[in-house]
């Protein structure tokens, strides 16, 4: 079953382009879900949430509606001295998952997150940590791009972000690869000017994808749909409501 939404919906700039300019940002959330049947929740990364956001945050929206929850970064960055704070963030996930609407964990970890014994067994003990909650890994760097990682993942029952990015040197490529029941793509958007270099976080998600550009992902979606329960596909190129069409446009590709 595939997915489709953005990463966030909460952008102030998407009015004028998808919110209607008269709507409360009370209904931001409401009028999202009647569009699109998920969101990856990003605010959690920032800081850890609380239950009863989430829980308001749910009933915002109808059934079958699924949210993707963005670890809080103190554990995929820091990684160390955080283990009462798994604790407190899956305590914080049991709204959505008590009403049927948790999608999974996304784990994203920092371009300085590489290949080595230490950071091979911190993913392994993630479904633990996590409780036994589904949980994607997304890496930043292209080291991770092997079958021993594939292989890892598979073995603890972790999934793979896929991702498309700029095709900048340490960077992911455009690989289509379902390492649990939970397959999983973020489009980044491909602003390579902006990657590394821009003085707000915003400027590297500025980007525009052509119809031509999503269709290359059209037969790679299909083949992970084909081994997965769940195929997440999100948007993430979000300035000015961009991930808004880029979300429409993998809707109408993948009928």
């Given at each position: 079953m595939i997915h489709i939404g953005t990463s966030g919906y909460s952008y102030d700039d998407w009015v004028g382009p998808f919110y209607p300019a008269d709507l409360a940002k009370s209904s931001w959330l409401t009028y999202y879900s009647n569009e699109f049947s998920c969101c990856e929740i990003n605010f959690t990364y920032y800081r850890l949430p609380e239950a009863r956001t989430?829980?308001?945050?749910?009933?915002?929206?109808?059934?079958?509606?699924?949210?993707?929850?963005?670890?809080?970064?103190?554990?995929?960055?820091?990684?160390?001295?955080?283990?009462?704070l798994f604790g407190q963030f899956v305590v914080a996930l049991r709204p959505l998952i008590d009403l049927g609407k948790f999608g999974c964990i996304l784990a994203q970890f920092p371009f300085s997150f590489q290949p080595s014994p230490d950071n091979c067994d911190y993913l392994r003990s993630l479904p633990e940590r996590f409780q036994g909650l589904p949980v994607v890994i997304e890496f930043r760097n292209v080291g991770w791009i092997s079958q021993p990682t594939f292989s890892l993942l598979k073995e603890n029952h972790l999934g793979f972000c896929c991702v498309d990015e700029p095709p900048l040197k340490g960077l992911l490529p455009p690989v289509a690869e379902a390492t649990s029941s939970i397959a999983y793509v973020r489009f980044h958007g491909r602003n390579a000017q902006k990657w590394w270099s821009h003085d707000q976080a915003w400027e590297r998600y500025d980007y525009t994808y052509s119809a031509e550009e999503l269709r290359e992902w059209v037969p790679r979606i299909k083949s992970l749909d084909a081994v997965a329960e769940h195929t997440f596909l999100f948007a993430n190129n979000h300035w000015h409501g961009q991930a808004v069409d880029t979300a429409r446009q993998l809707r109408l590709l993948l009928p």
């Open positions: 989430l829980a308001a945050m749910a009933r915002k929206t109808g059934d079958g509606f699924l949210f993707t929850v963005k670890a809080t970064q103190e554990l995929t960055h820091k990684r160390e001295g955080n283990d009462a």
